[in-house]
């Protein structure tokens, strides 16, 4: 079959799992894995750089949530769909990821049959959310993704900046190691703090923790680690 393959990324923190996913889809013939990433920045940059059709992304990503990478890259690369996978099957998740630009969602524990048909259909421009009575997810009637795109700047209130430090505090680093990470000094993390704090009125860890559980920037398991 002469055919041009559909260009992957695949962005999961986990090296086995990217293995995994990467040995699922080379067995497809119309699939090509072009990279690989391990933190939602990198996916980001690489995203930029390689252009691929699909992004497989993990929503729970170091450095960058799955979610504002998602953002990002619709924002840098439009022509790149991204389906986001997730350990968690919940309507606001789902919600979320299509909010934020993601074209599919789809659970962790969902067969290998279904996420190679959902990077087809967004591919071909589908949407791929929602369940069947008999669990399956299918394909949506929702419109493409770029109305997620729309509807993300109209709710996502936080710069990129601000999300990462924001996704960093809840999940428990101090300002020193958020500095660290970031490549800023200590005073710019405190100044980004309290600009969170002020900007969404909320003023301890705590309830930073729970506002970035709500956004979907990281994901509910984070809570009970942190409070």
Same mark, same amino acid.
């Given at each position: 079959? +002469?055919?041009?393959?559909?260009?992957?990324?695949?962005?999961?923190?986990?090296?086995?799992?990217?293995?995994?996913?990467?040995?699922?889809?080379?067995?497809?013939?119309?699939?090509?894995?072009?990279?690989?990433?391990?933190?939602?920045?990198?996916?980001?940059?690489?995203?930029?750089?390689?252009?691929?059709?699909?992004?497989?992304?993990?929503?729970?990503?170091?450095?960058?949530?799955?979610?504002?990478?998602?953002?990002?890259?619709?924002?840098?690369?439009?022509?790149?769909?991204?389906?986001?996978?997730?350990?968690?099957?919940?309507?606001?998740?789902?919600?979320?990821?299509?909010?934020?630009?993601?074209?599919?969602?789809?659970?962790?524990?969902?067969?290998?049959?279904?996420?190679?048909?959902?990077?087809?259909?967004?591919?071909?421009?589908?949407?791929?959310?929602?369940?069947?009575?008999?669990?399956?997810?299918?394909?949506?009637?929702?419109?493409?993704?770029?109305?997620?795109?729309?509807?993300?700047?109209?709710? +996502?209130?936080?710069?990129?900046?601000?999300?990462?430090?924001?996704?960093?505090?809840?999940?428990?680093?101090?300002?020193?190691?958020?500095?660290?990470?970031?490549?800023?000094?200590?005073?710019?993390?405190?100044?980004?703090?309290?600009?969170?704090?002020?900007?969404? +009125?909320?003023?301890?860890?705590?309830?930073?923790?729970?506002?970035?559980?709500?956004?979907?920037?990281?994901?509910?398991?984070?809570?009970?680690?942190?409070?």
């Amino acid at each position: 079959m +002469n055919m041009k393959a559909i260009t992957v990324l695949l962005a999961e923190d986990h090296k086995l799992v990217r293995e995994g996913f990467r040995a699922l889809l080379d067995q497809e013939g119309d699939l090509e894995v072009v990279g690989e990433a391990e933190t939602g920045r990198q996916a980001v940059q690489l995203a930029t750089k390689l252009r691929p059709a699909v992004v497989v992304m993990d929503i729970a990503m170091p450095l960058l949530n799955g979610l504002e990478a998602t953002r990002q890259i619709r924002l840098a690369v439009p022509a790149t769909k991204v389906l986001i996978l997730s350990a968690h099957n919940d309507d606001a998740y789902q919600e979320q990821a299509a909010a934020w630009g993601a074209a599919a969602f789809l659970v962790k524990q969902t067969s290998s049959h279904i996420l190679v048909t959902a990077i087809h259909e967004v591919q071909k421009g589908n949407t791929f959310f929602g369940r069947s009575p008999a669990g399956e997810v299918q394909p949506s009637r929702r419109n493409p993704a770029d109305r997620g795109l729309a509807a993300t700047k109209s709710r +996502n209130r936080l710069s990129a900046r601000e999300a990462e430090v924001l996704q960093l505090i809840a999940e428990g680093k101090p300002n020193k190691q958020v500095a660290a990470e970031l490549g800023v000094s200590f005073k710019t993390v405190d100044k980004h703090r309290q600009h969170l704090m002020a900007k969404l +009125n909320i003023h301890d860890i705590a309830g930073l923790t729970r506002y970035a559980i709500s956004a979907g920037i990281i994901e509910s398991s984070v809570l009970v680690t942190i409070l």
